[in-house]
C-alpha cells in the first residue's frame, strides 16, 4: 500500500495536507496492527532529542523529521520507514555490510532506508541516526 | 494533579464544543436558505483544528503517540456523539464520516504536538488562522454538485412480459446483501402506481417505511418509464444530504429474446468533499438500483 502511494499516486504529494493525513493513517493503522512500535518510534525520537542541537519537525512527505540546527538528519514515516541522509561513501559501506538499503526513491543520493520491524532494528536504527548526526555537526 | 486532569479534560471538552458550535452555526444560521450545505471544510479543516486545540491543552502531558492517537479517536468519536445529538445526523452518515473524523483530529493533534514543541507562536497561529481562513472563504462560498448513476442488467424476457414489473411491483422478499442495508440503511421494498400513464403518482416504499413520492414524467410502454421524485423522506441520513431528482427505466429488446434494462438515478449531493461522498452516493444508488432491477428480473423470468 505504502509504495502504491508513493508510486502510483506520487502527484498526490503536492496536494497541500495530504501527506500529512497519509502519515496520520499509517499511525492509526500501526496503533490498531502493532502497538508497540510506536513506542519505539517515541523511543527514538527521545534518543534524537537528548543529543545537542536537535530539534523535531514535520516532515514534507509525512513523518517526523530529525533535525541537527536547520540540517536534515532523516526522517521517520509511520510505518517504520527510516530515512537517513549518509552521505555516498558511508552509503556504500553500510549497504556492503547490509546494514541498510538504498533510499525507497533517491536510489542515487546520499540517502540510505531502514525498514524498523523488530526491536534489534530499533538499537539500529539509533546508532544510523548517530553516525548522521555526528557527520553533520 | 488536578490541574493535569483538567488539561486532559479540557483538551477534550473545548475542541468538541467550540467545533460543534461552529458547525451549528454555519448550518443552521449562516447557511440555513441552501438547506445546510456541509461543506467540504467542516469534515477537514475543523477536525484537524480539533486536533491542534487538543495538542495544545496537552502540551505538558508528555503524551506518547500511542496515548496521543488514542486520544484523538475518543475525541473523533465524542463529536460522532454530539453531532447525533445536537446536529440530528443519522447513524448511517455518521458511520460514514467517521473515517473522515479519526483521520484528520489525529493528523491535528500531531501537526500541534510539534508546532507547540517549538513554541513559535506567531508561527503557530498564522498557521491556525489560515486553515480558519480557509474555512471561512469554503463556507461562504457557493457549493454545487450534482451526478447521474447508471447501471443494466440483462433479463431473459421480452420487453412487453417486463413493462409492467417496472412501473410497479410487489413487496422484495429476498435478503440484502449490500453490508449497509444489513446494518440498518433503509433498501427498497416495493412500488406501487395510481396509473399507467403520463402524470401517474409513484411511490417508492423503504423498509423502514419511508416513502419516496414520484410522478411519471415519460410514459413509453415497453420502452422508457421516467419519474421525478417530488418528495423524499424527512430521513436524517437524507436530509440536507442529498436530493434524489430523477430517476429512469429504459428498456432496449436485444432481439435474442433478453431485454436490456438500465435504470438511472440523477440526484444532488450537499455533502463536499464530493470525491469522499460521492464515493458512498454512487454505491448507495448503485445497490438500490440492482436490488429493485434483479427483483424485476426475478419475476420477469418467472
Known amino acids: ?137 | 494533579m488536578k490541574a493535569v486532569v483538567n488539561r486532559k479534560i479540557l483538551g477534550f471538552l473545548v475542541p468538541n464544543f467550540l467545533i460543534i458550535g461552529i458547525i451549528g452555526v454555519n448550518r443552521f444560521v449562516l447557511q440555513a436558505e441552501s438547506g445546510g450545505i456541509l461543506v467540504f471544510s467542516e469534515f477537514i479543516i475543523l477536525p484537524i483544528l480539533m486536533g491542534i486545540l487538543a495538542a495544545w491543552y496537552w502540551r505538558d502531558l508528555k503524551l506518547n503517540s500511542k496515548k496521543l492517537i488514542w486520544y484523538s479517536i475518543l475525541n473523533g468519536f465524542f463529536a460522532i456523539i454530539l453531532s447525533f445529538l445536537f446536529l440530528g445526523e443519522g447513524t448511517i452518515c455518521l458511520i460514514i464520516v467517521s473515517p473522515l473524523i479519526f483521520a484528520f483530529v489525529t493528523t491535528g493533534a500531531f501537526i500541534g504536538k510539534v508546532m507547540f514543541k517549538k513554541n513559535k507562536q506567531t508561527l503557530n497561529i498564522s498557521f491556525v488562522s489560515l486553515l480558519f481562513a480557509v474555512f471561512v472563504i469554503d463556507s461562504i462560498s457557493d457549493h454545487h454538485y450534482e451526478n447521474m448513476v447508471s447501471d443494466e442488467v440483462i433479463i431473459r424476457a421480452r420487453p412487453e412480459k417486463i413493462w409492467k414489473n417496472v412501473v410497479a411491483f410487489d413487496r422484495i422478499k429476498k435478503p440484502n446483501n449490500y453490508w449497509l442495508f444489513r446494518i440498518g440503511m433503509p433498501s427498497p421494498m416495493q412500488t406501487t402506481v395510481s396509473g399507467y400513464k403520463n402524470g401517474a403518482a409513484r411511490k417508492c416504499i423503504f423498509s423502514n417505511g419511508y416513502t419516496f413520492d414520484e410522478k411519471v414524467i415519460t410514459y413509453e410502454e415497453n420502452k422508457n418509464l421516467t419519474f421525478d421524485i417530488i418528495n423524499q423522506p424527512k430521513d436524517p441520513e437524507i436530509m440536507g444530504h442529498i436530493d434524489i431528482d430523477r430517476g429512469q427505466f429504459l428498456l432496449h429488446d436485444n432481439g435474442d429474446g433478453t431485454t436490456t434494462l438500465i435504470g438511472n438515478s440523477w440526484y444532488k449531493l450537499h455533502v463536499f468533499p464530493t470525491w469522499y461522498y460521492d464515493l458512498w452516493a454512487e454505491s448507495i444508488t448503485r445497490n438500490v438500483h440492482l436490488r429493485v432491477m434483479e427483483h424485476i428480473k426475478a419475476l420477469s423470468e418467472e
Request: aromatic content about 14%.
Open chain 1, 1 to 137: 500500500m505504502f509504495h502504491f502511494i508513493v508510486y502510483r499516486l506520487n502527484f498526490l504529494k503536492g496536494v497541500p495536507l495530504f501527506a500529512l493525513i497519509y502519515d496520520s493513517c499509517l499511525k492509526i493503522a500501526m496503533f490498531l496492527a502493532a502497538p508497540e512500535r510506536l513506542g519505539w518510534f517515541d523511543d527514538i525520537e527521545n534518543e534524537v532529542l537528548s543529543w545537542d542541537g536537535t530539534n523535531v519537525s514535520l516532515h514534507k512527505f509525512g513523518g517526523t523529521q530529525f533535525n541537527y540546527g536547520r540540517k536534515e538528519i532523516g526522517h521517520l514515516h509511520s510505518n517504520g520507514l527510516l530515512d537517513i541522509l549518509v552521505g555516498r561513501q558511508v552509503k556504500q559501506e553500510l549497504l556492503a555490510s547490509g546494514k541498510a538499503e538504498v533510499h525507497h526513491i533517491f536510489k542515487e543520493s546520499g540517502w540510505i532506508s531502514f525498514y524498523i520491524l523488530t526491536e534489534k532494528d530499533l538499537i539500529n536504527a539509533k546508532c544510523l541516526l548517530k553516525e548522521a548526526y555526528q557527520s553533520r555537526m
